[in-house]
């Protein structure tokens, strides 16, 4: 077969992925509960899809930047506290947040009622850092600042702060 021949060849169409209310893994980490909708998997790896559920009160992470995705939080219900270097953002339900690559960030729940966001990775590579973060807590290492910023090490994310 020619190149020609190969070029004209008809493509399988990809495939759609369909996630119910109900489907998703799910990870738990602390008092956030995440529903990945999309891992990357249907996506050649280019985006990521997750819903997270921030019971009230809820730390995020510590501040850091990625060099390699970018993120976008979309809140769903609740106000969420976006913290972009040096400023704070409340983000209530029905604001788009989107990070690109080196920027430092980080968020949490400050308020008394739960927040729930949908996040977008572009591309996917930072589910695996939840999951990874999943895995030690069931080893029994606790969800410490250093535990986080040891599993972002190993997605192209580095501390914003004097953590490192």
Do not use: C, W
């Not at 020619?2 to 738990?28: F, L, N, R, W, Y």
């Not at 501040?63 to 769903?76: I, K, N, T, W």
């Not at 968020?107 to 949908?118: D, K, S, Y």
Request: without cysteine; hydrophobic residues 35%.
């Amino acid at each position: 077969m020619t190149g020609e021949e190969k070029a004209d060849a008809p493509q399988a169409a990809p495939a759609v992925s369909v996630v119910g209310p109900g489907d998703g893994e799910i990870i738990v980490l602390g008092t956030t509960r995440m529903r990945v909708l999309e891992d990357g998997s249907n996506t050649g790896h280019r985006l990521a899809i997750a819903e997270s559920v921030l019971a009230p009160h809820t730390e995020g992470p510590p501040q850091h930047r990625h060099a390699g995705h970018d993120e976008g939080f979309y809140v769903l219900s609740g106000t969420v506290r976006f913290t972009v270097g040096d400023e704070d953002h409340d983000a209530a339900a029905g604001t788009l947040v989107v990070v690109p690559p080196g920027t430092p960030h980080t968020f949490a729940n400050p308020t008394g009622q739960p927040a729930v966001m949908l996040s977008t990775f572009t591309p996917d590579l930072y589910v695996q850092y939840f999951r990874d973060l999943q895995e030690g807590l069931a080893a029994g290492r606790p969800l410490t600042p250093r535990a986080s910023l040891d599993a972002m090490s190993r997605y192209a994310t580095e501390p914003a702060t004097g953590l490192g």
